[in-house]
């Protein structure tokens, strides 16, 4: 630290200098960490702006991990599935916890709608009385070849969700290989899965 | 400025039990139903539910949320200790699922290290910095020869 040479060090005439240069560079070195952090500071807000950085996320570490063990009943109008079902399986399938009383999942059903063109979208129905999320399928459509309920949201606490909607891509064999926090009406969040998609040749 | 020494002598009781004791008890469970019934395994139960970030709220424990997932989690953390778990268990079972963001004060690992060490850091650059300032006081050079010959001159005439 004392060793840093200044610009002032080389113009201060020699002698007395000494002291004074010292001094400048203990002034400097606060302004210096000011600037240091001013730059992290705006580099995360940055971060935040353009949805690369997001100090909320909470990184469940769920991907690349085989699917927990679980079984999820009937949730009219779609069958019910296990894990066993989910590792029988030789093609990607996309799980999607939902609830009814979820309005992001909502805004979520068109986008959905589109994606179960691609591949296969199972869903959960997250803490939801199965009427309801019955009646919001036949309002909104149904993207789900197959739908569990998961009544006491003991299910999705295995899986790590941690709020609907949540949406997982599973691999053939039954891992984890891609998952998302945020409803994938989101531009960002869909490029994430077409990107894990194409990496796996799907 | 009487008025508000006045003031300020009846709202330090209440500011004190406002700050102290408040957060005792919002700790409470919203339900009494969700208790354990053995006050030992209850008091353990809590000790670890309110080192568990609600994943809802995130600056609160799931001791004090009352999200819907924050209940879940307490009512799973409560089955575990009724089951014998140690507090190890219990937090492990959470961190396999929700990461070490579910744990309010994070371990050491690489990506904390500057986190936990900070005051190590701090206190270490402020002695480092305070030795440095004070190791050298400015000093006043002697005077030159040439110096010394122009203050005699200048002080000659006194």
């Not at chain 1, 500071?41 to 702006?49: H, I, S």
């Not at chain 2, 003031?7 to 102290?20: D, E, G, I, N």
């Not at chain 2, 353990?44 to 004090?64: K, T």
């Not at chain 2, 305070?130 to 000093?139: G, K, S, T, Y």
Request: charged fraction near 20%; hydrophobic fraction near 45%; glycine fraction near 8%.
């Amino acid at each position: 630290m004392s060793n840093d040479i200044s610009p002032s060090d080389k113009i201060s005439p020699s002698g007395r200098s000494g002291g004074v240069t010292r001094r400048r560079v203990m002034m400097g070195l606060p302004l210096v960490g000011a600037g240091v952090c001013g730059v992290a500071f705006w580099k995360m807000l940055a971060g935040m702006q353009t949805g690369s950085f997001n100090p909320h996320d909470i990184n469940a570490p769920v991907t690349g991990r085989p699917v927990p063990s679980f079984t999820l009943a009937d949730q009219p109008p779609g069958a019910g599935f296990t894990a066993a079902d989910l590792k029988a399986l030789s093609k990607p399938v996309l799980i999607n916890f939902f609830a009814s009383w979820c309005i992001p999942c909502i805004a979520e059903m068109q986008a959905l709608l589109t994606v179960q063109k691609r591949l296969p979208v199972w869903g959960v129905a997250y803490k939801d009385k199965p009427d309801n999320a019955a009646g919001l399928l036949k309002h909104a459509g149904n993207p789900y070849a197959r739908i569990g309920s998961d009544r006491e949201g003991r299910v999705a606490i295995d899986w790590g969700v941690s709020g609907v909607p949540e949406s997982f891509l599973i691999a053939p064999g039954g891992t984890i290989i891609w998952h998302s926090a945020a409803g994938l009406d989101n531009d960002e969040v869909m490029a994430g899965l077409d990107a894990t998609l194409k990496r796996i040749g799907g | 400025m009487k008025t508000a020494l006045r003031l300020r002598r009846f709202a330090a009781p209440f500011l004190v039990v406002a700050l102290t004791g408040a957060p005792l008890v919002a700790l409470a469970v919203d339900d009494p139903a969700e208790m354990l019934p053995d006050p030992k395994q209850e008091a353990r139960a809590e000790a670890i539910g309110s080192q568990l970030r609600c994943l809802v709220c995130q600056n609160e424990s799931i001791e004090d949320s009352s999200a819907s997932l924050a209940k879940d989690l307490r009512k799973v953390v409560r089955e575990h200790v009724a089951a014998g778990e140690s507090n190890k268990q219990v937090v492990d079972w959470m961190v396999a699922r929700y990461g070490n963001f579910i744990r309010l004060s994070p371990p050491v690992t690489v990506a904390t290290l500057l986190l936990w060490g900070m005051p190590v850091l701090a206190l270490v650059t402020g002695l480092l910095a305070a030795f440095l300032v004070f190791r050298r006081r400015p000093q006043v050079a002697p005077l030159s020869d040439a110096e010394r010959a122009r203050l005699d001159e200048l002080t000659r005439g006194r």
